[in-house]
């Protein structure tokens, strides 16, 4: 007896420790695959029919024979990368795996897009992964074996995600997309960025404090999630670096490859005769972006700038459109200055001063004191940047107020940098070289969305999954998300380095997890005028620039230069010996009804439109919203090196009233072009009537008499908001045109 029982106990413990190593090193975790697609080709009918209720739109407003406008989304993750994989996970109230097939019948069935590329990022990726990204697209592409369909176009891609800690070494996030789905015509292996993402997921074996092997033993009930992630860890930590003296055709397939700046990626990309598309995005978030970072070092020729045709104006992250004068910090990264609050602009440096002057106020001590310590802690969060509020002890995010924000921007991106905005891009100027260098962008949204779901614009509904909003799902795990939580307030600051931040056991905290909630919207739309359904036409499209981005709807949106009788689309750049003329028409996008449309639920199981869509879809009724006006924007870039930014960006240059029921169309010139003899950039944006928008009011400031917020009411993303509060208000949604580059032609 006494041998039984040693035994079973023997096997009670030989279970446990099994058990307990497999969750803690991943030897029971499962792989995340690229899943099976569930839903079928759209039907041919449904095609035709949206096909030809644009067409009679257009004609609404005077667009003969036009090329088809199709809407798609160019940047979508799906739980092969790192941070999608997270947003899963129980502690963080995830709704479980969202694989790349569930992005296959998203597009299909419940947002109805035209086009979209899966972008998970490199950091992340795997021989494994790769390989089972580009045999998904595939399956999602065909018909047949033979015949491509052309319901819903699917590229490869994959995201360069670069962070650097200082301006020098920071270039931001890449979006790597491929027209072609053969082995031969994409990459070998995607490309990844080194510095802060790779640190993080690679070369922290050993941190318990950073590979969340402790997670599973919180929550044992959902312990296979956790185990799954270690799983995550250690196959990526496998994969050997590649040999960064060997050119990129010469690599095995199976390393893991690396490239420290935009240069080195795109000579790469060339080393394996690839030419795909490089849409930089997410420019102006500052939730990553050192202070003073500006795109002027991405102007370089090194930098090779003419590679990036295309640039993201809006995601789920908000708007990076919009320049604005008001600054982080002042002066160099090295020495920086707190800058004073302006009427539409509170420093986050100057309001950790406010906090730390009020606490010491309140403390007893006298003012003198306390104004040395406001200042004193202005000094140390503007030297900190990314993270500043970490030297704040007992901080909350409610006391920042609406501090950091561009308070007059629509639905800007959270700490939105004016340096890094795409009007900023537009109207510098690299004298450096033999030649001027100057940024030639054109448009478009994406969503950005880390849950499988491109195109999740089309209604404001289920805001935890058609937005990034995520957080704890209990006091506890908010602990262990951020450590700082709990602090004493005391009225000192902490008088931390950029280094030691950046060395300490933060976690979440450095991207202020929590005030970023507020500030995510659902995405945008990319829009390109497409001689086809097709994959060469979309990418002919996108290539010539002749596409916009909308910030969700589907607008219908044209803008052309007509001076001397030819037709020259959004995207153009021309020669001008006369003053250019432009038209705009734009038709309001259609009005939804709830549910979905009845082909949805012959083509894609019940379970998948109640789990996946939501059980809401892209419905359009038969009415459109009002395009109440057209705002134009005029840039003329640098001509020399002394010229003020803030005298260049004309934002609006002209308003112009749309009353047209069924669109509007607008005509205006430039009467000054000729006179002025320098570079100009047109741009138009179609303002539609406001609608109800998920976290369009993002911190829903309580103001004083003066304007002053007060008060701030967030958006959690965590156990403390109800998951069906949308957080709506009404906003005016828009389209952006790709910009018209027109010079003076002196011959």
Known sequence: MKKIILIAVLFIFAGVFYFSGGLYYGWTGKFERAGSIKGEIVPNEIISKRTTIQKDSALAVGVNEPKQILFGDLHVHTTFSTDAFLWTLPMLNGTGSAPMADACDYARYC????FWATTDHAEASTPRKWKETKDLIRQCSFASDLEESTDVVSFIGFE???????????????????????????????????GVAVNALRNNTDNTDNDFRLLGFTDLKNWQEYANLQAFLKELRDVPFCDPNLSSDELPLDCFEQAKDPGELMRRLEEQSLDPLVIPHGSSWGFYTPPTSAWD???????????????????????????????????????????????????????????????????????????????????VTANLGVGFHI????????????SGQCQDCFLPAFNHNPTTSVQYGLAITNFDEDEPINFNWGFISSSDNHRARPGTGYKPVDRKTTTESAGARSEYYRGLLLPNQGQQADPNILPLTREEILASNAGFALTELERQQSFWTQGGLAAVHSEGRNRNAIWDAMERKEIYGTSGPRILLWFDEVSNQEINPMGSSLSLSNNPKFIVKAVGSF??????EDFVMDGLPREKIDTLCGGECYNPSSERLNITRIEVIKITPQISPE??????????????????ENGCEVEFEDPSFIENDRQSIYYVRAIQEPTDTINGDNLRCKYDSEGNCIEVNPCWGDYRVDSKDACLSKEEHRAWSSPIYISKNNS
């Open 160 to 194: 360069w995600t670069q962070v650097g800690a200082l301006p020098s070494e920071h270039y931001g996030h890449k979006n790597v997309i491929f027209k072609d789905l053969e082995d031969d015509k994409v990459a070998k292996r995607p490309i990844a960025a080194s």
């Open 591 to 596: 009005k939804q009804k709830p549910g979905c």
């Open 111 to 114: 947002s109805g897009i035209d």
């Open 391 to 402: 030297a704040v002890p007992g901080e909350n995010s409610e006391d920042y107020l609406n």
């Open 643 to 660: 010229e003020k930014v803030d005298d260049l960006i004309q934002d609006p240059w002209l308003v112009l009233p749309c009353n047209g």
């Open 297 to 379: 070092k991405q102007l370089k020729k090194d930098m090779r700038p003419e590679s990036f045709p295309i640039i993201e104006v809006m995601s789920g992250h908000g708007n990076t459109e919009e320049y604005r004068s008001y600054r982080q910090v002042i002066g160099e990264i090295e020495n920086p200055i707190c800058p004073s609050p302006t009427e539409n602009y509170l420093p986050s440096c100057w309001r950790a001063g406010q906090i730390i002057e009020t606490r010491c106020l309140n403390s007893g001590l006298d003012e003198k004191e306390c104004s040395s310590r406001a200042e004193k802690a202005r000094q």
